[in-house]
T-cell receptor, first 113, second 113 residues
């Protein structure tokens, strides 16, 4: 089944404790991205990747890192999480940067205390 | 950046028709998307318009007027399962090589019997 998977789905952590949210897709998509969704603000793009070893900042990259060592995986790293990073995070992928349909993962609900 | 405006909430009756509007202000327009998102779930792609006119897909249709910076999503024969948030997103021509879509805040549609 074609899908985007994320782990963990739920995470409660404390300020400053490094964490990684994994994202994987099995559709051989070139383009992957991370979003955060907050009430009243909509989906905002954090980082994106156009292919292996090619990543760039989206609208709200501060406090986040990403890597793209393999085509299928695009982990999101929070080196020192803070409470303002409490949010619902979505990974998404599409065949190419110009593709009009993005496939979203199920989401990761992160709480930083 | 892009400014996208859509109503926060709408209610409608099962079996009826509802139109969700989206207005935007942007330069370098390269397409408008509609996504459906049920509470606690990932967004799923509904439609993509890049040229003026109406695109019909089953019970859902999407319209675009580029000169007016206006789109709407039309849902016919409403069903209870259509209760969800509907996200309008605009994409612009790439600067630096990527298309980054900007999402509106979403319209929460409540369908009642």
């Amino acid at each position: 089944e074609a899908q985007v998977t994320q782990n963990p789905r739920y995470l409660i952590t404390v300020t400053g404790k490094k964490l990684t949210v994994t994202c994987s897709q099995n559709m051989n998509h070139e383009y992957m991205s991370w979003y955060r969704q907050d009430p009243g603000l909509g989906l905002r793009q954090i980082y994106y990747s156009m292919n292996v070893e090619v990543t760039d900042k989206g609208d709200v990259p501060e406090g986040y890192k990403v890597s793209r060592k393999e085509k299928r995986n695009f982990p999101l790293i929070l080196e020192s999480p803070s409470p303002n990073q409490t949010s619902l995070y979505f990974c998404a992928s599409s065949l190419s940067p110009a593709s009009y349909e993005q496939y979203f993962g199920p989401g990761t609900r992160l709480t930083v205390t | 950046g892009q400014n996208i405006d859509q109503p926060t909430e709408m209610t409608a009756t099962e079996g009826a028709i509802v139109q969700i509007n989206c207005t935007y202000q942007t330069s370098g327009f390269n397409g408008l998307f509609w996504y459906q998102q049920h509470a606690g779930e990932a967004p799923t792609f509904l439609s993509y318009n890049v040229l003026d006119g109406l695109e019909e897909k089953g019970r859902f249709s999407s319209f675009l007027s580029r000169s007016k910076g206006y789109s709407y999503l039309l849902l016919k024969e409403l069903q209870m399962k259509d209760s969800a948030s509907y996200l309008c997103a605009v994409r612009v021509l790439p600067s630096g090589g990527s298309y980054i879509p900007t999402f509106g805040r979403g319209t929460s549609l409540i369908v009642h019997p």
